[in-house]
């Protein structure tokens, strides 16, 4: 399928020209986003979506979303492109100066533009260390803004190792997450996830596994502060721990490489994984 493009009230063509150059989102990463996956014409979990996207906005200055209209448009694309794998909504800071600094709120009018498109799921993921970490102490520590520049850098690593995914640390040496996506780690008969101080995301993936483990029985937490040093990718490559990673399209996937080395998918990351499956098909908004 190709993708469905809605902008400023309507449905637009794949080649309309949709956002002048001066959108701040264009000139300077102004913006926030969400990717939500899609299942039968449905997009997954948009209530938690919406809330984290309200988040990231304000996080960012951008001031209140119209999550009406996001909702409204997010119908319209949905409607007709019914075998999509996931929807992307960005909501932009709209025209602004050339630099960094904003208009007046009142002077700035907030660019949406909502997309869906093809998915493709993998089961398993591969994954590399890269020298670059997270900034836990950033401006926009936890947001999901669309200046996403390093994840590209440090993605393009991954990709050029034949990895899907690139795991980071942050500034204090801490296990971070992947550019887009969450990490636990298999140990000591359970998993655990780092916490939201080390500068991750909170992934919707993330905080569903943890109330979804917590339910059923499956042994998962967030790991105290100093409880997962970057160090812990070692104990993986040993054998001696696993690695799973989390995020919206990929779900729930175990990770079966780490640099060159093979490793192998933890018996709870594939108990993590079936159970997450069977609540997706039981509630597509938990
Ligand atoms: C930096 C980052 N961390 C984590 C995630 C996983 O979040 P979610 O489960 O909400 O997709 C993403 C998602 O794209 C991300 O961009």
């Not at 400023?8 to 102004?30: C, I, K, N, W, Y």
């Not at 991954?158 to 636990?184: H, I, K, M, P, W």
């Not at 140990?187 to 109330?211: F, M």
Request: glycine share 10%; charged share 25%.
């Amino acid at each position: 399928m190709s993708v469905v493009i809605w902008s400023d009230g309507a449905l637009r063509e794949p080649t309309d020209p949709l956002v002048t150059g001066v959108d701040h989102g264009l000139t300077v990463g102004d913006g926030v986003f969400e990717t939500c996956a899609v299942y039968e014409g449905q997009a997954f979990a948009l209530t938690r979506h919406l809330r984290r996207l309200r988040r990231s906005a304000l996080g960012l200055g951008l001031g209140e979303p119209d999550l009406d209209e996001v909702r409204a448009a997010v119908d319209k694309v949905l409607a007709v492109a019914g075998d999509a794998g996931r929807l992307r909504i960005t909501l932009t800071g709209g025209p602004g100066p050339l630099g960094s600094h904003r208009f007046d709120p009142e002077e700035q009018r907030q660019t949406l533009v909502v997309l869906a498109g093809p998915a493709t799921r993998a089961q398993v993921s591969r994954v590399v260390r890269v020298p670059w970490v997270r900034n836990e102490r950033s401006a926009v520590a936890g947001l999901k803004t669309t200046s996403y520049a390093e994840n590209v850098v440090a993605l393009a690593e991954a990709y050029r190792q034949g990895a899907d995914e690139a795991v980071l640390a942050n500034t204090v040496g801490a296990l971070c997450e992947g550019t887009g996506s969450n990490v636990f780690v298999e140990r000591g008969g359970e998993l655990v996830t780092p916490p939201l101080s080390s500068g991750c995301l909170a992934g919707i993936t993330r905080e569903l596994l943890l109330e979804w483990g917590a339910a059923d029985g499956l042994p998962v937490r967030e790991a105290e502060p100093e409880e997962l040093p970057y160090d812990v990718l070692d104990e993986v490559v040993a054998g001696d721990a696993h690695l799973l990673l989390s995020g919206s399209i990929r779900n729930i996937a175990p990770t079966v490489r780490v640099d060159a080395v093979d490793v192998a998918a933890g018996p709870l990351s594939l108990a993590a994984q079936r159970l997450f499956q069977e609540h997706v098909g039981r509630d597509l908004d938990p």
